[in-house]
């Protein structure tokens, strides 16, 4: 315990501080929604299109409809640029995002139909995977999707021996003793788990206490984003 | 429910809260039972009245339902009837046994072309999507006028209760206006200016609060407008 | 849903008025508002919005060789996106001809007016120069994307700082930029596109215009006069009398663009 009382984190955070999070919706008006989330400079948007026709028609699912993510980074959002297009990094996140998102989303009343959610990260300080999948959680809530659940993610690290959560950049590149291990994870408010990886060296002891601790972290993040979205209506109603 | 969350006796809820405990409770539209809660399923505004809980969307797309007057566009034309586009996830249909009088068959294009818009109502909405009437007063193609947008879930506020502040709107420009539930809005004036002038006292109710007294707020909005001419 | 027909006649008998939906007169622009370094890991960016268009655009600098027909200058490359997250008319896929023109107009204002001073920008001739990639996105798109992106690149780079340079190792130190600003000339570049509609010429067209649009001219010039590009798009034709109205509107609107943006541009 009292090692991670002492534990230095390159930002001067204590190991279950979160980054300040910032979120906002309806921030593209064209969208049917859309919303913004940051954990300190990393910051995500992302805009929902739907539910609408799917073309190609053979894609259609006649049982449900469909969720399609894109997840992409502005080739300014990180130090080297990323030259415009797809990657594979890319591709793998925007897969992930779509199955992070699914368990909760009831898609069943859209037969044919689909829901496009596309993210964009603007800047990028790691986490950039959890930060986009908190905005579009906001995004589909916004646009009226019917859903669940709210899904929060989290990126908990471990460096060298010590569990932290919300990962920066320094963190992630970590190289003290065994490294960086980053473990982004998404749940709901009751601590159903719908997206879960990780990069590293960890024990199972380890892990499940990285799972305790992302329990916490994703009850906080919930709390922003149900923020943003009563404030956003409260605006409209002009509530002080 | 705290102050802040909420207004009159409705509360904002965000999906899988919580907004009522109790089995004197039953779920509307928007919310699922889980047990002896009703949790919201969508995000808008909670209602619950006569043990009814149900959630009002205040955004995304549009939900057709029966009865509803919506303003399309012909997309396509079959053998049956015209492929109608009202801006919904579902595709709908005005087949041509709900257009008045005869149509032969091969006439279709000269009663409403790909193009053309169209008032109807939703007379079913089943498997292979919305089916459309237009067998009714005020329904048809739109010969001419003004066709606006607006997000769907504003249309009430358009409306108003019982109609007051649509009838406000006709009343101090002098214009036609159709309003669909759909969010298309058609207004027909007998000049451009007054067309305007709708186009711009609607857009100043979609961007107003839910406060109480809007019909007032806008009769005076008018009043301002016509001294500025 | 495309704008209805209806609603394109109405459009098109209004401007025989001299008026449009929002109460702008012909050669009126929407409100302009520019914040600069939305991103931070870019060497320099800005975002507009022009009503409710919004674009965002960044800087990156690196080094690298120079072309061969120009050992002593640096590099330009412009690039754009119209992010499907901006409209639902875009989907995901390669850029197509719209994001492609978008780039390539932006590319030619910047570039022909020589506002960048490339020789300044050469490290060793022949063999280092600098790169500048200028990045445009789309963020939401109610028309006029080009014109809010010629004055996103601009305010970005004039706010770009370039990035420390390791002569011994060879490489570019990101995190640690300089206060050195990129070199630039005096005069900005302004893209004005003009379109005619049914006779009418505008600048600025909401979403609903654009799609009434039947020619399009997009001008970058200095605010005094300078023109260095431009550009005809779509396949209708314009008359001499349609050009010379086009010059003489899109100088007097980039005077006002100018003046209403330049104390962001300090």
């Known amino acids: 315990m009292s090692a991670a009382k002492t534990f230095k984190r390159p930002d001067g955070r204590k190991v279950d501080e979160m980054r300040k999070m910032e979120a906002k919706v309806g921030i593209v008006p064209n969208a049917d929604g859309s919303a913004m989330f940051s954990f300190g400079d990393t910051i995500a948007i992302a805009a929902v299109y739907g539910p609408r026709k799917m073309h190609p028609q053979h894609s259609q699912n006649p049982e449900k409809g469909t969720l399609r993510c894109t997840y992409s980074m502005l080739s300014f959002s990180v130090s080297d640029r990323i030259k415009p297009g797809p990657s594979r990094r890319s591709t793998e996140i925007s897969k992930i995002t779509e199955w992070a998102l699914e368990p909760i989303l009831m898609i069943h009343k859209y037969p044919n139909m689909v829901i496009d959610v596309h993210i964009n990260i603007l800047q990028a300080n790691a986490s950039t995977r959890c930060a986009g999948i908190n905005a579009a959680a906001l995004a589909l809530a916004h646009a009226g999707i019917p859903m669940r659940e709210m899904v929060s993610s989290v990126s908990i690290g471990k460096l060298d021996k010590q569990l932290v959560v919300d990962v920066n950049k320094d963190e992630e590149d970590w190289e003290e003793g065994e490294g960086a291990t980053d473990i982004p994870i998404t749940m709901t408010p009751n601590g159903m788990v719908t997206h879960l990886q990780l990069d590293g060296k960890i024990t199972s002891k380890e892990l499940k206490e990285a799972i305790e601790l992302a329990r916490k972290a994703t009850k906080e993040i919930y709390e922003v984003q149900k923020k943003a979205l009563k404030e956003s209506l409260n605006e409209q109603m002009g509530e002080d | ?229 | 849903m495309e704008t209805p027909r209806l609603t394109a006649e109405r459009i098109k008998e209004y401007l025989a008025q001299g008026k449009r939906f929002d109460g702008r007169k012909p050669e009126d622009f929407r409100e302009i508002s520019i914040e600069g370094n939305v991103s931070n890991k870019a060497e320099g960016s800005a975002r507009v919005r022009l009503g409710k268009t919004e674009v965002i655009v960044g800087i990156k600098m690196g080094v690298a060789e120079p072309y061969p027909d120009s050992p002593n200058k640096g590099n330009l490359m412009v690039t754009a996106e119209l992010l499907p997250l901006s409209s639902p008319r875009y989907e995901s896929g390669p850029p197509r001809f719209p994001a492609v023109e978008l780039g390539r107009l932006v590319d030619r204002a910047i570039r022909e007016s020589k506002f960048i001073d490339f020789e300044k920008l050469c490290i060793k001739e022949g063999e280092k120069v600098w790169s500048v990639f200028i990045d445009i996105y789309s963020i939401n798109d109610d028309g006029n994307l080009v014109d809010a992106a010629g004055i996103a690149a601009v305010a970005a780079l004039k706010w770009t700082k370039m990035p420390k340079y390791d002569e011994k190792e060879g490489k570019v130190v990101y995190d640690e930029p300089t206060d050195k600003k990129i070199p630039l000339a005096k005069d900005i570049p302004i893209c004005i596109t003009a379109h005619k509609i049914d006779g009418t010429i505008i600048v600025d067209p909401t979403l609903e215009e654009e799609d009434v649009s039947e020619a399009k001219i997009t001008i970058g010039a200095t605010p005094e006069g300078v023109i260095s590009s431009m550009q005809k798009g779509s396949p209708v034709e314009l008359s001499i009398e349609d050009i010379h109205e086009i010059l003489e509107t899109t100088e007097k609107v980039r005077k006002k663009v100018f003046s209403s943006i330049k104390e962001y541009l300090e």
């Open chain 2, 1 to 229: 429910m705290t102050k802040s969350e909420t207004h009159a006796d409705r509360k904002i809820v965000i999906p899988g809260e919580v907004i009522f405990k109790g089995e004197d409770y039953l779920p509307g539209e928007g919310t699922e039972k889980r047990g002896d809660e009703i949790v919201a399923i969508r995000y808008g505004l909670a209602e619950e009245s006569n043990g009814l809980v149900k959630v009002i969307s205040l955004s995304g797309v549009y939900q057709p339902r029966r009865g509803n007057v919506v303003i399309g566009k012909v997309e396509n034309l079959t053998f049956y009837g015209w492929v109608i586009d009202i801006d919904s996830p579902e595709g709908a249909f005005l087949p041509l046994q709900e257009v008045p009088g005869f149509v032969p068959k091969d006439g279709l294009a000269e009663i409403m072309d790909i193009g053309d818009m169209v008032a109807a109502k939703i007379i079913g909405i089943g498997g292979r999507g919305i089916d459309l009437t237009i067998k009714l007063r005020g329904l048809g193609k739109i010969e001419d006028g003004l066709i606006i947008k607006i997000n769907s879930n504003k249309v009430p506020r358009v409306i108003g209760k019982e109609g007051s502040m649509i009838n406000l709107i006709k009343e101090e420009s002098g214009c036609n206006v159709t309003v669909g539930q759909n969010g298309l809005i058609w207004i027909k004036g007998n000049k451009i200016e007054d067309e305007l002038l709708v186009k711009k006292a609607i857009m100043f109710i979609t961007e107003k609060s839910f406060t109480s007294g809007l019909t007032e707020e806008v009769k005076e909005w008018f009043e301002k407008e016509k001294k500025l001419k």
